[in-house]
């Protein structure tokens, strides 16, 4: 054993930690009692009454109770184990009103774990506070007997503790070899005692953390939540670029085409060929207008992603970006719409990246199935430092590939290039 653990277990007896689990277990044992006696008594008394419409408002009432218990225990753990525990999901009526509360509380998942705890915490905490109250005072007990076994002769008639008797024939710690033999035993379980403290805790934390904690549900209820407001804050960045697009853009080329044709008519009986000159100025504006809106079409859903697939999607991005792409796309068949656009829409920002911000030389794309994954890889051979940092569009594309579970991970150390890869759920195609 080396020194540090050495060390570890000579200052366990008196570690802030040892103590603070002894004293969860000895509050343990009367909370416990308490819990089991109102959980016990307010469930059964509400299945009782559930012949009665008085029986499920008192059934609700005695489950409200217990996740009441359940704070009181989340914090014990909090404070007393330094145990970081989250809250269960609150209970979230459809409805407002007394009635829906109830009707909430009765189909809460949470609730009727409390209520479980409650029950079968009691028989734990009792083995836990009488295992934790006997080691801790006959380790400390044993280990001081040498400073009090004087008690005995100088107040008792008796020459020290007994620890034998049988008839006539009795056993006294009273000499020296018994006495340095009770601090022996008394020394060993001193040093012990806070690994079965802790191991005891153990459990408790297990049983709080199952019952009373965070169940994976609410998590993934969160978790859809927020990827949930992503994708609407997304939707709702994409309706404003569009509406930039089309006001600065084609909107704002057929308002001056519109005038320009009127200034055109306005003069085409006095002066005719000034008003050809201005249709032919006109039509030359109506061509740029078409590009303009073929591009901002192409933005929102390119027409070949939806006829030809990503293949011929992806290698249409690529030769519109600034440096050589070489795309690879191995798929046995078409994704599903949803994961395809995102697919498609991953790559074309991360080219765009590469043409304005990697100074690469050139650049590749592979996309393939793995399993039931969608997977992309995009890489160039620019001055890398990349950064999914917050606010960039590395950033925003993670939020978005977060929303579809799927995964975003970019590797760009400097002067080396960037490797970004994408992780989507592969969901074919139902049409």
Known sequence: MGN??????????VAAQTWREFAYLLVGLPLSTLYFSLAVTGVALGAGLLVTFVGVPVLAGALAMCRGFGQVERARVRGMLRVPLADPAPVRPAESGAVAMVGALLKSGSAWRHALYSVVHLPWAVFAF??????????WSMLLYPLWFWVFPAFTDEPGLPVLQNGDYAFYLDSPPSIAAAFAVGLGLTLATPWVLRALTTVDRVLVGGLL????????????????????????????RI???????????????AMDLGLAKEKLAEDPQAAARMVDEAHGEVKIALQELRDLARGIHPAVLTDRGLDAALSSVASRCAVPVRVE????????????????????????????????????VEVWKSGERLLIQVSDDGRGGARPSGGSGLAGLAERLDAVDGVFAVDSPEGEGTVVTADLPWRPDRG
Do not use: C, M
Request: no cysteine.
């Open 243 to 257: 509406e930039r697009d089309l006001h600065d853009g084609a909107q704002a080329r057929l308002v001056a085409l």
């Open 130 to 139: 009488s295992t934790a109250v006997v080691l801790w005072s006959a380790g």
């Open 329 to 364: 796309v191995d798929l046995p068949a078409r994704p599903a719409a949803a994961i395809e656009g995102i697919a498609y829409f991953t790559v074309s920002e991360l080219l765009q990246n590469v043409s304005k911000h990697a100074g690469a030389r050139g650049a590749r």
């Open 4 to 13: 540090g653990k050495a060390a570890a277990v000579l200052r366990a007896p």
């Open 213 to 240: 904690g965070r169940s994976r549900l609410d998590d993934r209820v969160s978790e859809l939540e927020s990827d949930r407001g992503t994708v609407v804050d997304t939707a709702a960045a994409d309706l404003r």
